[in-house]
């Protein structure tokens, strides 16, 4: 079974700031099965990042998914006020079929 | 416009049953993959169950294979959940998923979920 584990659990920063979000594989996850979510309270997960790096439909250029192999990285270049949320991220492989990872909280400072 | 809509969450007791619906609209429904994923309170996401667009190939989380069953009725456009024996630890919001349809593995549209409570 793959392992996704997401760091930092709880992120703190400000509007207008850069996030960086992490999420590692206990093993090599196919960039094209690497997949990010943002959840915000009472709200479904909404799709951002696919293949590890394209951006879902509608997804600002603002957010970028970036790595191969056992580590990704969500950047999110400017935070805006609805950009805080929990962030998830998701591959597919074996078993079970598909993973998430812990998740990011990104909270404003 | 894609839409999905579950239906069926409640309260149920400790080893009791209950079948979740996910009714979709606005896509081809039999051409993609469909999954349940869950979300216990306050927690993370959690893959419970998939199924191909033919209804031929099915996949479950080892946490509730032999208990859940997923099926889906293409000429309804409709995705179900069967679930038996539930335990106190099936509590959580359930999400039906849709899967893109490219190679990418991934979930491009959810449902707003549906509340399913194991309690005595």
């Known amino acids: 079974e793959i392992v996704l584990t997401q760091s930092p659990g709880t992120l703190s920063l400000s509007p207008g700031e850069r996030a960086t979000l992490s999420c590692r594989a206990s093993?090599?996850?196919?960039?094209?099965?690497l997949a990010w979510y943002q959840q915000k309270p009472g709200q479904a997960p909404r799709l951002l990042i696919y293949?590890?790096?394209s951006r879902a439909t509608g997804i600002p250029d603002r957010f970028s998914g970036s790595g191969s192999g056992t580590d990704f990285t969500l950047t999110i270049s400017r935070l805006e006020p609805e950009d805080f949320a929990v962030y998830y991220c998701?591959?597919?492989?074996?078993?079970?079929?598909?993973?998430f990872g812990q998740g990011t909280k990104l909270e404003i400072k | 416009e894609v839409q999905l809509l579950e239906s069926g969450g409640g309260l149920v007791q400790p080893g009791g049953s209950l079948r979740l619906s996910c009714a979709a609209s606005?896509?081809?429904?039999?051409?993609?993959?469909m999954s349940w994923v869950r979300q216990a309170p306050g927690k993370g996401l959690e893959w419970v169950s998939a199924?191909?667009?033919?209804?031929?190939?099915?996949n479950y989380a080892d946490s509730v294979k032999g208990r859940f069953t997923i099926s889906r009725d293409n000429s309804r456009s409709t995705l179900y959940l069967q679930m038996n024996s539930l335990r106190a630890e099936d509590t959580a919001v359930y999400y039906c998923?849709?899967?893109?349809?490219?190679?990418?593995?991934?979930?491009?549209?959810w449902g707003q979920g549906t509340l399913v409570t194991v309690s005595s």
């Open positions: 998701q591959q597919y492989g074996n078993s079970p079929l598909y993973t």
């Open positions: 293949g590890a790096s």
């Open positions: 093993q090599s996850v196919s960039s094209s099965y």
């Open positions: 998923a849709k899967r893109r349809g490219d190679g990418y593995k991934s979930f491009d549209y």
């Open positions: 606005g896509f081809t429904f039999s051409s993609y993959a």
């Open positions: 199924i191909s667009g033919s209804g031929g190939s099915t």
